[in-house]
């Protein structure tokens, strides 16, 4: 499930596999599908994150 995360009066959505976060939704839930299918992310899909300042 694709999670919606405000940062910095963003509204941002983060893929429930591998914690990437987007701008757009849809970007998010092609992630997800990716990740969960084939365990590993796709840098065609992951060249849209979201670069964001927390720390892991």
Known sequence: MVKIIKNQNKKLYQCGECGFKYAEKEIA?????????????NLEIIKYAEKTNEKK
């Open 29 to 41: 839930e092609r992630c997800q599908v990716w990740c969960k299918k084939h365990k590993s992310c």
